[in-house]
């Protein structure tokens, strides 16, 4: 996919495993979140620049996959970030350390709340950090419970 994430550099090449879940009509011209300070991958021979966070069954993959939504209000380019005074304003990374395994030691505790609001659940202090940008919470559109990858 081609995606405007609102930089001048124009849109991002993003390849996801979304395909067989999310109908593309479904995906053309819809607000998402992507996370974009990964190292770009290579998956099917494509360079792929960002990934498109999406919110899986609780039940799997074949109960349904959906696109986390943005806010409304927001605009492509804005800020994602948790809730809660030690992430609120921290400078994200440029690029995280695929050696440091940073997104793949935070990532299993990404779940949907009973508000269907995409949160982080802090593993160590059990605190819940809603997933957001300065309009507001983002959002499964029906799921709760669900993990976000």
Not at 84 to 103: R, S
Not at 115 to 136: F, Y
Request: proline share 9%; net charge positive; charged share 25%.
């Amino acid at each position: 996919q081609q995606i405007d994430l609102g930089e001048e550099t124009g849109p991002r090449t993003v390849v996801s495993g979304l395909v067989n879940y999310i109908p593309i009509e479904q995906m053309r011209d819809k607000y998402l979140v992507a996370i974009c300070n990964l190292k770009p991958a290579n998956m099917r021979g494509v360079k792929s620049f960002a990934m498109v966070l999406a919110a899986t069954s609780k039940d799997g993959r074949d109960s349904g996959i959906e696109l986390i939504q943005p806010p409304p209000g927001a605009k492509p380019g804005d800020r994602v970030y948790f809730e809660g005074p030690e992430y609120e304003n921290a400078q994200p990374l440029p690029q995280l350390n695929p050696k440091k395994k940073i997104f793949e030691t935070i990532q299993p505790g990404f779940t949907t709340l009973e508000t269907k609001e995409a949160a982080w659940i802090n593993p160590v202090t059990k605190s819940v950090h809603r997933i957001r940008t300065k309009d507001g919470v983002c959002v499964a559109p029906t799921f709760v419970g669900a993990s976000l990858s």
